[in-house]
């Protein structure tokens, strides 16, 4: 596939089949992460995969707990009060993967530096024929101190992205984007 082809056809997936990730392939995959840039070469990024589906399943049921206790300090959240709320809902969507790049606290914008290594991560993905989707709802708790602890995080990294990884069970349907605001051209 063509770099501009897999650029323009990524789209976020939330269906998978049942079928394993290898893991030469999952390594490959973070292999392409740390090809991307970082200020000053400080290459911040740590990682963290899973793929215990029952350990996911726990994480997922934690998160919706969080996220639902936080809804008056966050009122961005309250229209997902009844989805948090459903126990067969699963942040992770039943992926049989769960890639998480952390920032260490090193240089001028760590998490900048590793939403590139993801973004390398997603693109990868697509790539070789996988489906992807940053699932925003975990960062919070990934960055929770029990979390840290049962996963033996250092206490100083923080999560930036929590990424699903799996076969696409369908086509994600295309997203028409905006074109782009630019701002002045000199």
């Known amino acids: 596939m063509e770099l501009m082809e897999v650029i323009y ?5 939330r269906f998978f089949t049942e079928e394993k990730v290898d893991k030469d392939v999952i390594d490959t ?7 991307a840039p970082s200020a ?13 589906k029952e350990l996911m399943k726990k994480i997922s049921d934690d998160s919706k707990a969080y996220l639902l206790a936080g809804i008056g300090s966050k009122p961005f959240l309250e229209g ?3 989805l948090f709320s459903n126990p067969d809902y699963n942040i992770f969507y ?3 993967v769960l890639l ?3 920032a260490r606290p ?12 993801a973004q390398n991560i997603m693109l990868a993905a697509h790539a070789l024929g996988l489906g992807t989707c940053w699932i925003g709802f975990a960062q919070m708790s990934f960055n929770l101190p029990e979390l840290k602890e049962l996963l033996g995080i250092p206490k100083e990294y923080s999560a930036v992205a929590p990424i699903i990884l799996g076969h696409p ?10 074109d782009p605001e630019i701002l002045f051209r000199k």
Not at 42 to 50: D, L, M, R, T, Y
């Open 29 to 35: 995959l973070l292999n392409a992460a740390v090809q």
């Open 100 to 102: 998480t790049v952390f």
């Open 169 to 178: 069970a369908k086509a994600s349907p295309e997203i028409v984007k905006k």
């Open 9 to 13: 056809k990524r789209r976020s997936v």
């Open 40 to 52: 000053m070469n400080n290459q911040p990024w740590a990682f963290g995969v899973i793929q215990d």
């Open 94 to 96: 039943n992926a049989p």
């Open 106 to 117: 090193e240089g001028p914008n760590p998490a900048v530096d590793c939403a590139l290594a």
């Open 80 to 82: 997902y009060r009844q």
